[in-house]
């Protein structure tokens, strides 16, 4: 499983794009790259996942070059309630039959009103 | 529907004793995993268990155990209980066909005194 890199921290202000990077030089050619957020005392909720290029939802957007080494979460006009942790894992979870989550230290979002 | 669910929420133990939390996954999910999570270590994958059969396990002591039933209910066990233990353990359940995301349950907060 690919190692990530992620900005330990970030501060943002109610109403801005917040976009977190993600460096995943190793990234193997079946790996899909996830985020996950987490809040104080629960666990991790499942944001976004793609392979290359664009994904959206309805709650963000991920970006992702070509070479695939790194991949950027898009949180549009964030809120206080998006004050989270946010874990980058890239993978292909099931490569070896079974699954494996690997979390690096996250980054941890504030934002303020 | 119903969300995985973990119980008990909370739990105070001594040294020494042995302690058993317990996940219900999401109907029709077999996959149920655990995971530990403390301030130092941050996530780390414990065990995942699929058809009442443990597929691997984590870099944990053998005082950690796990089963799961025909239900795919989960139970994880730690027995000999360590000040060390005292943390977040959260379990994710899943579909398990190629990454497909993992539900994580408000977890279990277990405090060893």
């Known amino acids: ?29 079946n790996d899909y790259i996830t985020w996950y957020q ?53 993978g292909d979870v099931w490569d070896t039959g079974f699954q494996k989550l690997v979390f690096g230290t996250g980054t941890r979002l504030l934002v303020s009103p | 529907k119903a969300g995985v669910t973990q119980t008990p929420r909370y739990l105070i133990k001594t040294r020494g004793q042995q302690v058993t939390l317990s996940c219900s996954p999401i109907s029709g999910h077999r996959s149920v995993s655990w995971y530990q999570q403390t301030p130092g270590q941050g996530l780390q994958f414990l065990f995942e268990y699929f058809s009442e059969t443990q597929r691997n396990k984590g870099n944990f002591p053998g005082r950690f155990s796990g089963r799961q039933f025909s239900n795919s209910r989960s139970e994880m066990n730690v027995s000999t209980l360590e000040l060390g233990d005292s943390a977040l353990y959260l379990c994710a359940s899943s579909l398990r066909t190629t990454n497909t995301e993992a539900f994580f349950g408000q977890g279990t907060r277990l405090t060893v005194v």
Do not use: W
């Open chain 1, 1 to 29: 499983l690919a190692k990530t890199t992620q900005p330990i921290s970030m501060d943002s202000y109610e109403g801005q794009e917040v976009n977190i990077t993600c460096s995943h030089n190793n990234i193997a050619t």
């Open chain 1, 38 to 90: 987490q809040f104080p005392s629960q666990g991790p909720r499942f944001i976004i996942q793609g392979y290359k290029t664009k994904v959206t939802n309805e709650v963000a957007s991920l970006f992702i070059p070509a070479d695939r080494k790194s991949s950027t979460l898009s949180l549009p006009r964030v809120s206080l309630s998006d004050t989270a942790v946010y874990y980058c894992l890239v």
